[in-house]
């Protein structure tokens, strides 16, 4: 039997003063996801994954882009579903994203990305991250 694994996590940019940018920020990170194919029982990374506020309760917060799934045995596919989060991530404005994965067979990793200048824009660049990754194996001394 194949043992579950849980993804979840956050995708955030900072508020801005300006609502109109904050706007156009905001928008364009909601079209990014909606760009992202519908779930359809075999894709790792869908826009059904995601959720966040309505627009028009955002300003003056940062905008705060959360999701999580449940899949079986996804860290033997963990790199296919990094290339996608990261594929998505150059398409957004953000300042910091997580990732907590949790399964039963490796404990829980967790994986940050956080924007060099402060934040990220959108570009087909490589992006200019720092990664940091951490693990808990769950033994408890």
């Given amino acids: 039997m194949e043992s579950e694994s849980i993804v979840y ?3 955030r940019d900072y508020s801005l ?5 904050q706007h156009k920020r905001s928008m364009t990170n909601l079209q990014a996801i909606q760009a992202l194919p519908e779930a359809d029982g075999w894709e790792l ?5 995601f959720g966040c506020a309505r627009l028009e309760s955002l ?3 940062s905008q705060v882009i959360h999701f999580g799934s449940s899949y079986r045995s996804i860290e033997y596919e963990w790199s296919a579903w990094v290339q996608q989060f990261e594929n998505l991530l150059k398409k957004m ?8 994965l949790e399964t039963e067979t490796n404990g829980t ?3 940050r990305w956080d924007a060099e200048s402060c934040d990220h824009q959108p570009s087909a660049e490589a ?9 808990d194996s769950g033994l408890r001394m």
Avoid at 17 to 21: G, H, T, V
Avoid at 93 to 100: F, G, N
Avoid at 127 to 135: A, D, F, G, N, P
Wanted: with cysteine; proline share 3%; aromatic share 14%.
């Fill in 45 to 49: 990374f869908h826009r059904d994954l």
């Fill in 127 to 135: 992006l200019q991250v720092r990664c940091v990754w951490e693990r």
């Fill in 59 to 61: 300003a003056p917060q």
């Fill in 17 to 21: 003063a300006n609502i109109d940018e």
């Fill in 93 to 100: 404005y953000w300042a910091s994203a997580v990732v907590h």
């Fill in 109 to 111: 990793h967790t994986f």
């Fill in 9 to 11: 996590g956050c995708i």
